[in-house]
């Protein structure tokens, strides 16, 4: 498979990137929805939540770690912030490479009505 992400991680095409590491990449995103938006890519293919083998849920874990260290080093995990992941139609999946998204910088409104 290769979607957008992989090309970013391939760096076929340019991305704000802000860590990576053997794992996981993370980068801006490029239409941020809050002051600060940034999403943690697993270097392993998985297109959706839903295709994680349960035996490899550190590919999860590692992606909500990284995005904690993340708000650690810049100062904002004690005023808080969000993590998102969206799979397939009804929960607004358009990148079908797995993602985690970090929203922060912000008081962040409610979520999960249908739209
Ligand atoms: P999702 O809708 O959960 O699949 O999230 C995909 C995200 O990728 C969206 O928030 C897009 O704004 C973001 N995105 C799309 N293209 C790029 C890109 N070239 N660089 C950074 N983020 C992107």
Redesign the pocket.
């Known amino acids: 498979m290769s979607t957008?992400f992989h090309k970013?991680i391939r760096r076929e095409?340019p991305?704000d990137i802000v860590f990576e590491d053997e794992h996981l990449i993370a980068?801006r995103?490029?239409?941020p929805q809050a002051p600060v938006h940034v999403?943690f890519v697993p270097k392993d293919t998985f297109a959706t939540l839903n295709d994680v083998p349960a035996d490899r849920p550190e590919v999860i874990g590692r992606l909500a770690v990284a995005a904690a260290n993340y708000a650690k080093a810049q100062g904002f995990d004690e005023d808080g912030y969000r993590i998102v992941m969206?799979c397939n139609g009804d929960g607004?999946?358009?990148?079908f490479q797995v993602?985690l998204?970090l929203l922060a910088g912000a008081p962040l409104g409610r979520f999960g009505t249908p739209a």
């Not at 607004?92 to 990148?95: C, K, L, N, P, S």
């Open positions: 957008l970013i095409i991305a980068f995103d490029i239409a999403l969206n607004g999946q358009t990148v993602h998204h």
